[in-house]
C-alpha cells in the first residue's frame, strides 16, 4: 500500500487501510515538518488543529477508494498575511474537491461521450460516488478553460 501511495504524492506518509467488500479506506498525511502558507507564501510549523478529510481516489482491484487525509490547519507566521490560519493543502487534489486530481481526470475520459445519468450510474458502480449534476460541473469548468 506505501508504494501505491508514493505514486500519488511523494510528500505524503501512509499510515493505515481499512478494507470491506465494495471498498478501501486508507489513512495518510503530510511528511513535511513546516508548511507554506497559500496566501503569502511564509513556511510555518505552528499547527492550530488537525481534522480528516476525505478524498476519492481511483479504485484498487474493483474496489472503490477513500483517502483519509490527516489535514493540519495551521497558524500563518507572517504578521502581515491577512489570512491568521489556513489549511495544509496537497497538490494531488484542488483544495475545495472531494475527488483526486487523476480520479478526476480518469472519471472524464470515462465519460465524455456519454449522458450524465448514464456516466454517473456506471462510475458510482465501479468507480466512486459522484452525481449527474457533479459531471455536469465538471464539463462546465473544463469547457471555461478551453475558450
Known amino acids: 500500500m506505501k508504494e501505491l501511495m508514493n ?8 499510515e493505515s487501510y481499512e478494507a470491506d467488500e465494495i471498498s478501501y479506506r ?22 492550530h488543529s488537525v481534522y480528516i478529510k476525505k478524498v476519492q481516489d481511483l479504485p484498487i482491484q474493483g474496489k472503490k477508494v477513500v483517502l483519509n487525509i490527516t489535514r493540519r490547519k495551521m497558524f500563518c507566521s507572517n504578521p502581515a498575511c491577512v489570512h491568521k490560519t489556513f489549511a495544509e493543502r496537497f497538490a494531488f487534489v484542488i483544495n475545495a474537491e472531494t475527488r483526486t486530481n487523476r480520479l478526476d481526470i480518469a472519471i472524464t475520459e470515462l465519460s465524455v461521450n456519454m449522458s450524465s445519468v448514464a456516466a454517473s450510474k456506471l462510475i458510482g458502480k465501479s468507480m466512486a460516488n459522484i452525481g449527474k449534476s457533479t459531471l455536469c460541473s465538471m464539463f ?7 475558450c
Open 7 to 14: 505514486q500519488l504524492s511523494d510528500t505524503i506518509v501512509y
Open 26 to 47: 486508507i489513512t495518510i498525511k503530510s511528511a513535511k515538518d513546516t508548511v507554506r502558507c497559500p496566501y503569502c507564501g511564509e513556511q510555518s510549523n505552528k499547527r
Open 140 to 146: 462546465k469548468k473544463i469547457n471555461q478553460n478551453d
